[in-house]
């Protein structure tokens, strides 16, 4: 209605205001919004959750004694690990023990278990010809000058019945891990045979012993670096070309301690080692140093130990024929003969074998029937000490 129709003196009634509902629900939500906002924020700042609200979880800690506690400890070094509890500490089976192996160029350490000595089971040892060492006793030349080689050798009758017969020293190495190969030794082969062990066997001083009481001359093998070590590994404390003199004597102590008896020492692998006078050298100084012999097994043509055995005075043999390089019967019988025949022409051969069930067996049957054609068996030391004095 316009002013036009409107009655004088008076006026128009004012419109009713209309509401409307969605401005109303979104005017509502927005405060909503903002009292959240300020709900967290004022959360945040009287709160301090440096988490920010995220899950965490609770654990009891132990009281941290203080300094005037009679019980205090000092805290370990934040760079040295704590010592494991002594429940955790690792047992070694009965009759082990466990050495670290350094490699001498990478510096990698690897725990190894092998035999423990039986000190408790010591052959019979002559105590003047024992030197202390920090990896227990070691062979030495005794106060009188008496030297292992000459007090260890074996007497031999048969030599001083035939002293012109052409003679022959045979090494059976590899012994003394085996307890069959072992035991196959020491019933089938005759006396004046050598006998070499190797270091890790177990009760190495009582088969030393029984070795020794049926006329054995025993010899201790020691490991050498081959040309493919680390693939081809003779086992803990290898005498390494990438270590130094020092260390190397330090293996060769270890290894001098593991037995006691033996006339002497012969290399096990070694074809590396052997072959580089510069780390060979005081290897075999400390031999001689100890009244001891040196064997080689033959089996490298490039050893250096004959040159370095001469020039330090060091009784040495060398063997002549590897018996088993082919370890069948048939051919172990024919290098008995190549070894036969090389004692006639030269009248003195060194044989070498491993302790093969079949080496063994052949061997013994050869050296029974070799005294009826004038061969005379020979302990390895009779070879060393002509070698020496020649």
């Known amino acids: ?190 006396p004046n045979v050598t006998f070499a062990f190797t270091p890790y066997g177990n009760d190495l001083d009582n088969l030393v012993g029984r070795a020794r009481d049926k006329g054995h001359e025993v010899l201790l093998q020691i490991p050498m670096e081959p040309h493919d070590y680390p693939d081809n590994d003779p086992g803990p404390q290898t005498l390494l070309t990438s270590v130094s003199a020092d260390q190397n004597v330090d293996r060769l102590h270890w290894l001098l301690s593991r037995m006691q008896g033996y006339v002497g020492i012969m290399n096990f692998m070694g074809a590396r080692f052997t072959a580089h006078d510069a780390v060979l050298a005081p290897v075999l100084r400390e031999v001689a140093r100890r009244g001891l012999i040196y064997v080689d097994d033959g089996s490298s043509p490039r050893s250096q130990a004959a040159q370095i055995a001469g020039a330090n005075k060091l009784p040495f043999a060398k063997a002549d024929v590897v018996l088993d390089a082919v370890p069948s019967a048939a051919e172990i019988d024919n290098a008995l003969k190549r070894l036969e025949s090389v004692a006639r022409d030269r009248g003195i051969a060194v044989g070498y074998s491993s302790a093969l069930p079949a080496s063994i067996d052949r061997i013994g049957k050869w050296a029974k029937a070799a005294q009826g054609r004038g061969i005379v068996l020979i302990p390895i030391s009779r070879v060393a000490v002509k070698t020496g004095s020649s």
């Open 1 to 190: 209605m316009d002013e036009l129709h409107t009655p004088l003196g008076k006026e128009e009634e004012p419109k009713s205001r209309r509401i409307s509902v969605p401005r109303l629900a979104s005017q509502a939500l927005a405060g909503l919004l903002s009292l959240a906002v300020l709900g967290f924020v004022l959360w945040v700042a009287l709160v301090r959750d440096p988490l920010g609200g995220e899950p965490t979880a609770s654990a009891p800690i132990p009281p941290v004694q203080t300094a005037d506690s009679s019980a205090a400890k000092p805290a370990p070094k934040p760079d040295a690990p704590s010592a494991p509890p002594a429940a955790a500490a690792p047992v070694n089976p009965p009759g082990t023990q466990t050495i670290t192996i350094i490699d001498g160029s990478s510096g990698k350490r690897q725990e190894v278990q092998i035999a423990a000595s039986e000190s408790g089971k010591r052959s019979a040892a002559d105590p003047k010809l024992l030197e202390p060492s920090r990896h227990g006793p070691i062979p030495r030349i005794g106060p009188d000058g008496s030297r292992p080689a000459d007090i260890y050798a074996r007497k031999n009758a048969q030599e001083r019945a035939n002293p012109d017969g052409p003679q022959i020293a045979i090494v059976i190495g590899g012994l003394g891990i085996s307890a069959t190969s072992t035991a196959d030794a020491l019933s089938k082969l005759p």
